[in-house]
């Protein structure tokens, strides 16, 4: 049993942070907006400290991630404001300062491991079993739980990612080792199914880069005939997977394929990816005409309108109120600035994160790799869909980064 999961550490804030973040993840996509829930609790909590004048101190990377929630916040209000879009246009970007007090409280009364994990592993199953539920017995054609299906496919994926970065917390753990090491492979093949069976592509594109980070972490510890056994697997199991019709995969496959061919013969520029392909185009000739200050939201609706009108892109493309790409979509927005604002919201706690993936304490080691893969996945994500444009989108990421965060930072002092 960890340290701070003895008996003494169990007081009211810390059971309370424990059920929080258990169910920001576990409930996440099996309830509607389920991934708000364990988030107002969090955010209600540090905002009590701060009436109470019972703030942590925050060290200089603290203050980091911080910086980059609050200015990711500064300049969507900005734009917003700017750009007449009312409060309306501010709820999302608030969102993100929000996350500031969870994570004062997260960092004051941290959970217990085993909670975290939990609810991350439990996440992921339920993600697996209701889209299979959706998929397979009430027979639609893409699952989508309670929330838009690309959210719901990359969301649950996400999910599924975090499990394996537990197994290293998993694999140190005196009482119930095959047990934790258990339902966090079954959290992570919950978590790829219900990916699956959503028929999201984008998600997978970046997949590569997730066993990247996994491979740099744990890769050194695992024997020849393990590392041979997870390749033969994941070979085998992709077959599988694409030979499978009930998966959907080959179909989604196929279609990409078609897409592509009519795209680049200009047969038909307004399928799903062909229509992506146009936004792009167009975002990036609004991007050239104001690449510093952007157009805004409702500037850039009516500018890739007026794209479409003229015949510089597909008409149909150009109804989209987003470029289905988060840095695109930022940049034709938000200009420079808020391109480098979002880099900074990403790539700055994957830095933070980093110097500990190869931390002698699994613990920490574990919460290290989780921390860089949110990030890795949300690029990932982002490359083919605007997914910060989403409630759970910008929840889960705000508020996962301050748990993941706040776990890690006290894992680092205790393991010193």
């Not at 059971?15 to 309830?31: E, H, K, M, Q, R």
């Not at 909590?45 to 701060?50: F, P, V």
């Not at 639609?140 to 975090?162: D, K």
């Not at 090491?181 to 028929?199: A, C, K």
């Amino acid at each position: 049993m960890n340290t701070h999961e003895s008996r003494e550490s169990l007081s009211f804030p810390t059971v309370l942070t424990d059920v929080a973040v258990f169910l920001l993840a576990g409930i996440a996509l099996i309830v509607p907006s389920g991934y708000s829930l364990g988030a107002v609790i969090l955010m209600l909590a540090g905002i009590s400290l701060l009436i109470r004048w019972r703030l942590p101190r925050l060290t200089r990377e603290d203050w980091q991630v911080v910086a980059v929630l609050c200015a990711y916040t500064l300049v969507g209000i900005a734009e917003a404001w700017l750009d007449g879009q009312g409060s309306r246009g501010m709820d999302k970007p608030l969102r993100f300062v929000l996350a500031v007090p969870a994570l004062w409280w997260v960092i004051r009364y941290p959970p217990r491991l085993s909670a975290m994990w939990a609810g991350i592993a439990v996440g992921g199953m339920g993600a697996g079993g209701w889209a299979g539920w959706q998929k397979l017995i009430e027979g639609v054609e893409r699952a989508q739980g309670h929330t838009f299906v690309i959210q719901f496919g990359n969301l649950s994926m996400l999910l599924g990612v975090l499990c394996l970065a537990g197994l290293g917390w998993a694999h140190v753990q005196r009482q119930y080792r095959f047990l934790w090491i258990t339902l966090l492979l079954i959290g992570f093949l919950g978590g790829m199914l219900g990916s699956l069976f959503s028929g999201s592509r984008g998600g997978w594109v970046g997949f590569p880069f997730v066993l990247l980070v996994l491979y740099r972490a744990y890769g050194k510890h695992l024997a020849i005939w393990m590392k041979l056994t997870i390749v033969t697997t994941l070979f085998v199991g992709g077959i599988a997977i694409y030979l499978i019709p009930q998966t959907g995969v080959q179909e989604r496959v196929q279609y990409a394929v078609t897409d592509i061919e009519k795209y680049i013969s200009g047969e038909n520029r307004s399928s799903s990816l062909g229509a992506r392909f146009e936004m792009w185009r167009g975002a990036s000739h609004l991007i050239m005409e104001k690449p510093l200050t952007g157009w805004g939201a409702q500037g850039y609706t009516q500018a890739m309108q007026e794209l479409g009108e003229k015949g510089v892109i597909d008409s149909q493309a150009a109804e989209y109120g987003h470029a289905h790409n988060e840095f695109i979509d930022a940049f034709a927005k938000r200009g420079l600035l808020g391109l480098i604002v979002l880099l900074g919201l990403y790539l700055v706690p994957m830095r933070l994160f980093a110097r500990k993936l190869k931390a002698q304490d699994l613990a920490t080691r574990a919460l290290a790799t989780a921390g860089v893969l949110l990030s890795v996945t949300y690029i990932d994500f982002g490359l083919s869909q605007a997914f910060l444009n989403h409630n759970s989108g910008v929840m889960m990421y705000a508020f996962m980064l301050v748990v993941l965060w706040g776990t890690y930072v006290n894992q680092k002092r205790l393991a010193q």
